[in-house]
T-cell receptor, first 115, second 113 residues
Framework: NAGVTQTPKFRILKIGQSMTLQCTQDMNHNYMYWYRQDPGMGLKLIYYSVGAGITDKGEVPNGYNVSRSTTEDFPLRLELAAPSQTSVYFC??????????????FGPGTRLTVL | RKEVEQDPGPFNVPEGATVAFNCTYSNSASQSFFWYRQDCRKEPKLLMSVYSSGNEDGRFTAQLNRASQYISLLIRDSKLSDSATYLCVVNSVDSNSGYALNFGKGTSLLVTP
């Protein structure tokens, strides 16, 4: 199993550009998550999904959109990139997490810089 | 008050030393507790869950004090490979998301020869 994979690894965007961060997991996990990690800060939840066709906002959803058309894929869309979105983005998945006690498996991250 | 607070360190310790990290959380309704490890420029990985009775995994011991809302991680006989950032993670019920995993900012450990 490859686990959780993310592409691209690095990206530089200009202000106002858009892009999609890809995330795929091959563990047949129901739950998937997007986090951002700013330097010296804890991970913040952007969006999460409890299954195909179901998504919900996390703590910091503004400026982002997600979709979950399949169990495996959970892309994160940035519209109109802003410097405040410069961060490292981690995708994660877990088998089930009705109570939040399942281990989350993280992808390697995407380092995004918006100039 | 932040949800999860940790001493950021860095903790610089020699090989073989014992080091302890502390973490406090603000939501008394929290149900699940974890320590994750994050190497430099890498993704977080689960180190261990933390149970009410305390638990041990080799050189690592985690303890939970619900009354004081306090979690600890003890590393014995430190190895160079233990150098990393240790993230305290606590779940809590969130009105928007049903539950949320709250990550501390992490405690940095450097083990030196």
């Amino acid at each position: 199993n490859a686990g959780v994979t993310q592409t691209p690894k690095f990206r530089i965007l200009k202000i106002g550009q858009s892009m999609t961060l890809q995330c795929t997991q091959d563990m047949n996990h129901n739950y998937m998550y997007w986090y951002r990690q700013d330097p010296g800060m804890g991970l913040k939840l952007i969006y999460y999904s409890v299954g195909a066709g179901i998504t919900d906002k996390g703590e910091v959803p503004n400026g982002y959109n997600v979709s979950r058309s399949t169990t495996e894929d959970f892309p994160l869309r940035l519209e109109l990139a802003a410097p405040s979105q410069t961060s490292v983005y981690f995708c994660a998945s877990s088998y089930s997490s009705a109570s939040g006690d399942d281990e989350q498996f993280f992808g390697p991250g995407t380092r995004l810089t918006v100039l | 008050r932040k949800e999860v607070e940790q001493d950021p360190g860095p903790f610089n310790v020699p090989e073989g030393a014992t080091v302890a990290f502390n973490c406090t959380y603000s939501n008394s309704a929290s149900q699940s507790f974890f320590w994750y490890r994050q190497d430099c420029r890498k993704e977080p990985k689960l180190l261990m869950s933390v149970y009410s009775s305390g638990n041990e995994d080799g050189r690592f011991t985690a303890q939970l004090n619900r009354a004081s809302q306090y979690i600890s991680l003890l590393i014995r006989d430190s190895k160079l490979s233990d150098s990393a950032t240790y993230l305290c993670v606590v779940n809590s019920v969130d009105s928007n998301s049903g539950y949320a995993l709250n990550f501390g900012k992490g405690t940095s450990l450097l083990v030196t020869p």
